[in-house]
């Protein structure tokens, strides 16, 4: 198996100590199935911890979401992002701003929050067909590197307000912001763990339209590119990608790309690989991550026993997998393989939520893959 280390760092970086002999994690249950898939994912980390000889984790829970509003008045209270200041990691669990009452429905939501304040500009979204689940594309391994913090997303590239507006109430305007610094940034995630994988990056773009927003992300790709001998290097326009997703998606190692390309992009192959439910991701700074599934916060099934937690487990996993590198914290990354190896081996064994054709309930699962995870 090819160890992949999520870690987003740079030459000047530190990552703050934890203040306990076992490493401080935020933890964010959000809405919806979030109740039942992150503390789900709270045992799941503390029995890979402990399996793997580590000092137990220090839980920090933080109030968000819905819960949040009832008890602090709006779904993110400062003092969840005071306290998330003091973290160098936590765990998100999904949210549903649509259900929230106004004004939080029409605001950031609480996770686009949480990545502008601290400037999570790296969105890392592997995208793996798992033994046992049914996929488009049964050989596709692959990750999805995506700009988070700007692009054609008007709702985060401005440092005040929304790049979106109405001049006139029948003329509407969006902003897309791109640039140099953000891009080599980014393009620098994508070929150093390319450096760890197959060697190859693909830089996604649509320069033949937008020729000096998304010509310059891909332009500065492949500057930085020059920078990693051995690294292959090509470019895709984003509808000529979504296309070869479908028909060989196997191909492709790292996949670099701009926010909203990205975020479409990774829900695509995510689905080709199997299921949105088996599609993790971490959004990271040089000192700051946070795992936070692909999928929403399915609130047509939550309290129901029916949630896929495994998109969450997989998500922790590479959480530690990050801090390990970041934190010089080898244990955790031995924590990070018994809970991946633990996700694949239960779903490869037939056993699986209804999500991916399976029988189990979300507790069900959850201790057939404890049981795995605890295994020498």
């Known amino acids: 198996m090819v160890r992949n280390h999520y870690a987003v760092t740079d030459s000047t970086a530190t990552t703050a ?18 109740h039942e898939i992150v503390p789900a994912t709270r045992r799941v980390v503390d029995a890979a911890v402990a399996a ?10 933080l109030p968000l979401g819905a819960d949040a509003i009832a008890t602090h008045g709006t ?39 949480i990545r502008k304040q601290f400037d999570l500009y790296a969105n890392i979204r592997p995208a793996k067909a798992l033994p046992g689940v049914r996929a488009v594309v049964p050989k ?4 999805i590197v995506r700009e988070n913090t700007e692009g054609l997303y008007a709702d985060r590239n401005m440092a005040l307000g929304s790049g979106e507006f109405m001049p006139t109430p ?74 070869h997703l479908v028909r060989h998606g196997s191909d492709y190692d790292v996949v670099v790309t701009e926010n909203m390309f ?26 700051k991550a946070m795992a936070q599934a692909a999928h929403g916060a399915a609130p047509d099934i939550a309290g129901r026993n029916r949630a896929n937690p495994t998109a969450l487990f997989l998500s922790a996993a590479m959480l530690l997998d990050r801090i390990a590198v970041t934190a010089d914290r080898p244990y955790l990354q031995r924590a990070a393989h018994r809970i991946e190896h633990a996700v694949e081996a239960t779903i490869a064994s037939g056993v699986a939520t209804a999500d991916l054709g399976g029988q189990a309930s979300t507790a069900e699962f959850t201790e057939i893959v404890l049981a795995r995870t605890r295994l020498r």
């Open 170 to 243: 029948d003329v509407a305007l969006a902003v897309g912001v791109f640039t140099r610094a953000a891009c080599e940034r980014i393009a620098h995630i994508a070929f150093g763990l390319a450096a760890r994988r197959r060697r190859r990056v693909t830089i996604v773009h649509k320069a033949n339209v937008l020729s000096m927003t998304t010509g310059l992300f891909r332009d500065v790709c492949r500057e930085v590119g020059a920078h990693y001998p051995g690294i292959a290097v090509d470019d895709e326009h984003v509808d000529a990608m979504a296309a």
């Open 140 to 143: 596709m391994d692959l990750v």
């Open 262 to 287: 990205g975020d479409i992009l990774s829900d695509l192959a995510g689905e080709l690989a199997g299921s949105l439910g088996t599609a993790g991701s971490i959004n990271a700074s040089a000192t």
């Open 52 to 61: 793997a000889g580590g000092p137990a984790i220090d839980w920090v829970p």
């Open 75 to 113: 779904p993110i209270p400062q003092s969840t992002l005071d306290a998330l200041a003091d973290l160098d990691a936590w765990i998100l669990g999904p949210h549903d701003n649509a259900s929230y009452p106004e004004p939080f429905r029409s605001e950031l939501t609480p996770g686009g929050r």
């Open 17 to 34: 100590p934890s203040t306990s002999s076992g490493h401080r994690i935020g933890l964010l249950v959000g809405d919806g199935i979030g």
